[in-house]
């Protein structure tokens, strides 16, 4: 049972344009959503991470959506470049259990030059 | 800082055959975490430490132990391996004294024929 649904699968994007990507959890007990961003051979690293006490934050070019009612939340990328092709996790965690992370199944984000 | 690594970077087993995959962090953190990555699944939490002496089961489990004797390391062995553990493995730390980002390793690929 995934408890945290990602889509889509996969994403191509024109530069400049807007990347979204959304994700679903169905534990009301989750309060922390990072999303982490993973290119090839490498590790996952944090990109933007959000608790559900707000709707919204934004570093850079990189904006958290959060709907705490709907149970959803979302990665919006501005201006998309070239290099931000790479596979995008959302992730979820309960109080206190931040090194316990529930992935979703990630997006492979292409962004055409 | 070397950060948190991981060896050997790829390894191919027979069916039966057991192998421990290396992990170590310099980053003095408490809690170490390992996840596996498969094509459409995301991460999935194999095991986790919140300190040395202290481990715990996470989603997927069964077929792998782990010990932590020191705040460094924290090795995962595989017993008998299985063709269904074919797959990439991360290892990952993070300090209770943070903002609950988790730093994760280069990875080990492993194949079992």
């Known amino acids: 049972q995934q408890q945290v649904k990602q889509s889509p699968q996969s994403l191509i994007v024109q530069k400049g344009g807007i990347s979204i990507i959304n994700c679903a959890y169905e534990n009301t007990a989750f309060d922390y959503f990072p999303w982490y961003q993973q290119f090839p051979g490498k590790g996952p690293a944090l990109l933007i991470a959000?608790?559900?006490?707000?709707s919204e934050k934004k570093e850079g070019r990189f904006t958290i959506s959060f709907n705490k009612s709907a149970k959803q939340f979302s990665l919006h990328i501005m201006d998309s470049q070239p290099g931000d092709s790479a596979t995008y996790f959302c992730a979820a965690s309960v109080v206190g259990g931040a090194q316990k992370l529930v992935f979703g199944q990630g997006t492979r984000l292409t962004i055409n030059p | 800082n070397a950060g948190v690594t991981q060896t050997p970077k790829f390894q191919v087993l027979k069916t039966g055959q057991s192998m421990t995959l290396q992990c170590a962090q310099d980053m003095n953190h408490e809690y170490m975490s390992w996840y596996r990555q498969d094509p459409g699944m995301g991460l999935r939490l194999i095991h986790y430490s919140v300190g040395a002496g202290i481990t715990d089961q996470g989603e997927v489990p069964n077929g792998y132990n782990v010990s932590r004797s020191t705040t460094e390391d924290f090795p995962l062995r595989l017993l008998s391996a299985a063709p269904s553990q074919t797959s990439v493995y991360f290892c990952?730390?993070?300090?209770?004294?943070?903002?609950?980002?988790?730093?994760f390793g280069p990875g080990t690929r492993l194949t079992v024929l």
């Open positions: 990952a730390s993070m300090t209770i004294r943070g903002d609950n980002e988790q730093f």
């Open positions: 959000i608790r559900p006490d707000v």
